[in-house]
């Protein structure tokens, strides 16, 4: 198993650029996520998806857009890029069904400068 | 909104001693589950520990153990036998509802 990747490592954007952050996961979890990381802080949730075509929002869901058309993949989507996008991106993922929590895994990260 | 606080930016610990790191968590709700991660420089997110609110027996992970106090909302992780590869961030979690929230962090430094 791969587990979580994403794709890509680092990216420069120029204000007003769009661009798509990848995410995929070869565990079939239902529960995929995405979180940003600003210095000094914690990870805040962006989006999440319980399941192929189920989305919802997070803590922080403005100037984002996802989808998830498959178990495997959830796209993250900036359509109009701000300075104030610029952080690191962890997506994570982790088994729903059960009667407990299951562990979520997360991705290496992507760190997106937006100039 | 659900908030989780973190009040020490920074603690240090000797190699081989105990160290003790403070969360607190703001919730109506009564079943949720906290968490506490360890981010080392990769950046990479590790599972240290795990606890359900409905169970009142605090968790233990080998040298991580917690304090769970509901009622005062507070749940700390007391690392024991430290070692050089605890350096890291760590941070608080709160999960209820699949919506996730973190702490800003401690910074926990291992002398030798």
């Known amino acids: 198993n791969a587990g979580v990747t994403q794709t890509p490592k680092f990216q420069v954007l120029k204000t007003g650029q769009s661009m798509t952050l990848q995410c995929a996961q070869d565990m079939n979890h239902e529960y995929m996520s995405w979180y940003r990381q600003d210095p000094g802080m914690g990870l805040r949730l962006i989006h999440y998806s319980v399941g192929a075509g189920i989305t919802d929002q997070g803590e922080v869901p403005n100037g984002y857009n996802v989808s998830r058309s498959t178990t495997e993949d959830f796209p993250l989507r900036l359509l109009s890029a701000a300075p104030s996008q610029t952080s690191v991106y962890f997506c994570?993922?982790?088994?729903?069904?059960?009667?407990?929590?299951?562990?979520?895994?997360f991705g290496p990260g992507t760190r997106l400068t937006v100039l | 909104a659900q908030t989780v606080t973190q009040s020490q930016p920074e603690m240090s610990v000797q190699e081989a001693e105990t160290v003790t790191l403070s969360c607190t968590y703001d919730?109506?709700?009564?079943?949720?589950?906290l968490f506490w991660y360890k981010q080392p420089p990769s950046r990479q997110m590790i599972l240290v520990i795990r606890?359900?609110?409905?169970?009142?027996q605090n968790a233990t992970e080998n040298r991580f153990s917690v304090n769970f106090q509901k009622a005062a909302k507070s749940f700390s992780l007391k690392i024991s036998d430290s070692q050089l590869g605890d350096a890291a961030m760590y941070f608080c979690a709160y999960d209820y509802n699949n919506d996730m929230r973190f702490g800003a962090g401690t910074r926990l430094t291992v002398k030798p």
């Open positions: 606890q359900e609110a409905y169970k009142q």
């Open positions: 919730t109506s709700e009564s079943d949720y589950y």
């Open positions: 994570a993922s982790r088994i729903l069904s059960g009667s407990s929590y299951n562990e979520q895994f």
